[in-house]
């Protein structure tokens, strides 16, 4: 059984996603038939193997192969099969959409599929048997790598080389890409192989820092002329007696789409820095029954002018640790949602509850609900529910977002339930501090 074969082994739940990606990948499909053929040997039938055996055993007297080496019938056929297996397996390899290499413990290169050869610039054939630092790795790296790679051989810990991890890739043209390497350990009979799988990140690195380019012109550039228009707009409703009936209803159009521009900015600048890991929390001990009244005590008086009854039952149990902050803005908006999308004249309950180990906080409301097909994505930014957009209800559809990042952030989860013209729960779950 070979390396080949112990690495499929691993990597089974990717090979699925390998097979559905080959139509995909941007590889040289002649190129990958190519190097299949180079490594698969012909096919044979059970049939097949039997007689070659029993030729070869009749040719020697009846000790063929097979039994020199002290394999009978069943072993003989057991191993024809693992051949067969490995030889699948450098078919994958080969025409993976991901670049795939590997390399001893020496640092020199056994394998470098097609992806690889278009990621790197380099062909196999020129690469294999070559040191894999002086080829990929970029010149600063080259000692760190070779003492990390060190550290990993002596360490009887298997698991410790695993991981994603963000590394710069030298190519033949001396440029670099930005690629993020999946390593796997492989060991058989005391021989370890090292694999690295890849996928290039320039074009997502680019292309996120033309979205903090993006963030950084609309916080300067629509942040500041709305900021103007809110309060000139609070300076003419200072002079309102001057105002016909006319006026102050293009006032308070005014006014309403500044400030919803505004909440619009916030949360786009908002959920970049969540995601981006750069918002940190003020962690202390927190009373989520206490907060959920805050939030509950912020949403009244909106929900009043829709006549919308606002229900709180908080349990009792142990705080969690966590940004009291944060934690008020993920409830501020579930509840504000509930209240939106509720009908004129209806309820929302909010409800506490702690089993020792967690707590449980579900907003429920009996409003429109939310179509089963915009569920599963209802977490992501810009979603909205299609029955929410029909009927002209505002919103961005950043608040979930926001709301399962920093639900998140804090070791929890956020799950909803909901049934279509019958209303919604949200539940977020947070572990007690320990």
Same mark, same amino acid.
């Given at each position: 059984m070979?390396?080949?074969?112990?690495?499929?082994?691993?990597?089974?739940?990717?090979?699925?996603?390998?097979?559905?990606?080959?139509?995909?990948?941007?590889?040289?499909?002649?190129?990958?038939?190519k190097?299949?053929?180079?490594?698969?040997?012909?096919?044979?039938?059970?049939?097949?193997?039997?007689?070659?055996?029993?030729?070869?055993?009749?040719?020697?007297?009846?000790?063929?192969?097979?039994?020199?080496?002290?394999?009978?019938?069943?072993?003989?056929?057991?191993?024809?099969?693992?051949?067969?297996?490995?030889?699948?397996?450098?078919g994958?390899i080969?025409?993976?959409?991901?670049?795939?290499?590997?390399?001893?413990?020496?640092?020199?290169?056994?394998?470098?599929?097609?992806?690889?050869?278009?990621?790197?610039?380099h062909?196999?054939?020129?690469?294999?048997?070559?040191?894999?630092?002086?080829?990929?790795?970029?010149e600063?790296?080259?000692?760190?790598?070779?003492?990390?790679?060190?550290?990993?051989?002596?360490?009887?810990?298997?698991?410790?080389?695993?991981?994603?991890?963000?590394?710069?890739? =030298? +190519?033949?043209?001396?440029?670099?890409? *930005?690629?993020?390497?999946?390593? @796997? $350990?492989?060991?058989? /009979? !005391?021989? &370890?192989?090292?694999?690295?799988?890849?996928r290039?990140l320039?074009?997502?690195?680019?292309?996120?820092?033309?979205?903090?380019?993006?963030?950084?012109?609309?916080s300067?550039? =629509? +942040?500041?002329?709305?900021?103007?228009i *809110?309060?000139?707009?609070?300076? @003419? $409703?200072?002079?309102? /007696? !001057?105002? &016909?009936?006319e006026?102050?209803?293009?006032?308070?159009i005014?006014?309403?789409?500044?400030?919803?521009?505004?909440?619009?900015?916030?949360?786009?600048?908002m959920?970049?820095? =969540?995601?981006?890991?750069a918002?940190?929390?003020?962690?202390?001990?927190?009373s @989520?029954?206490?907060?959920?009244?805050?939030?509950?005590?912020?949403?009244?008086?909106?929900?009043?002018k829709q006549?919308?009854?606002?229900?709180?039952?908080?349990?009792?149990?142990?705080?969690?640790?966590?940004?009291?902050?944060?934690?008020?803005?993920?409830?501020?908006?579930?509840?504000?949602n509930?209240?939106?999308?509720?009908?004129?004249?209806g309820?929302?309950?909010?409800?506490?509850?702690?089993?020792?180990?967690?707590?449980?906080?579900?907003?429920?409301?009996?409003?429109?609900?939310?179509?089963?097909?915009?569920?599963?994505?209802?977490?992501?930014?810009?979603?909205?529910?299609?029955?929410?957009?029909i009927?002209?209800?505002?919103?961005?559809?950043?608040?979930?977002?926001?709301?399962?990042?920093?639900?998140?952030?804090?070791?929890?989860?956020?799950?909803?339930?909901?049934?279509?013209?019958e209303?919604?729960?949200?539940?977020?779950?947070?572990?007690?501090?320990?």
């Amino acid at each position: 059984m070979g390396p080949h074969w112990v690495l499929f082994q691993q990597v089974r739940p990717w090979v699925l996603v390998i097979c559905m990606g080959v139509s995909r990948a941007r590889v040289d499909p002649d190129r990958v038939t190519k190097r299949v053929l180079e490594s698969a040997p012909a096919p044979r039938q059970r049939g097949e193997r039997r007689r070659d055996r029993r030729e070869d055993q009749g040719q020697s007297g009846g000790a063929g192969p097979g039994a020199d080496a002290g394999y009978g019938p069943e072993a003989a056929e057991r191993l024809a099969e693992l051949t067969e297996r490995e030889a699948v397996t450098r078919g994958l390899i080969a025409g993976s959409p991901f670049a795939m290499l590997a390399m001893d413990t020496d640092g020199r290169l056994t394998e470098f599929n097609v992806a690889a050869e278009e990621l790197s610039g380099h062909r196999r054939d020129e690469v294999v048997g070559k040191q894999m630092p002086e080829l990929l790795v970029p010149e600063r790296d080259r000692a760190r790598f070779r003492v990390h790679l060190k550290t990993l051989l002596n360490s009887e810990d298997q698991d410790e080389f695993t991981g994603r991890m963000r590394v710069p890739l =030298l +190519r033949a043209d001396g440029s670099e890409r *930005v690629a993020e390497l999946i390593p @796997i $350990r492989v060991t058989v /009979q !005391g021989k &370890t192989t090292f694999w690295g799988i890849l996928r290039d990140l320039t074009e997502a690195e680019r292309l996120n820092e033309q979205r903090a380019q993006f963030l950084a012109i609309v916080s300067h550039e =629509l +942040r500041t002329p709305l900021t103007s228009i *809110v309060s000139f707009s609070e300076l @003419i $409703r200072g002079e309102a /007696q !001057g105002l &016909t009936p006319e006026g102050r209803h293009f006032l308070d159009i005014i006014e309403r789409n500044a400030d919803r521009m505004l909440r619009l900015v916030g949360d786009l600048l908002m959920l970049d820095r =969540l995601e981006a890991g750069a918002l940190p929390l003020d962690l202390n001990l927190v009373s @989520i029954p206490g907060l959920v009244a805050e939030a509950v005590a912020n949403a009244s008086p909106g929900a009043a002018k829709q006549r919308i009854t606002v229900l709180l039952d908080a349990g009792v149990g142990p705080p969690v640790r966590g940004d009291s902050r944060r934690l008020l803005q993920a409830f501020d908006n579930l509840i504000s949602n509930a209240v939106k999308f509720s009908h004129v004249g209806g309820q929302v309950r909010v409800v506490a509850s702690c089993d020792g180990t967690t707590w449980q906080i579900d907003v429920s409301d009996t409003g429109i609900g939310i179509p089963p097909e915009d569920v599963v994505r209802l977490f992501g930014p810009f979603v909205r529910g299609a029955n929410a957009r029909i009927a002209g209800l505002p919103g961005t559809g950043l608040g979930l977002s926001i709301v399962k990042v920093l639900v998140e952030m804090h070791g929890g989860r956020v799950d909803v339930d909901s049934v279509l013209d019958e209303g919604s729960t949200f539940s977020v779950f947070l572990p007690v501090a320990t």
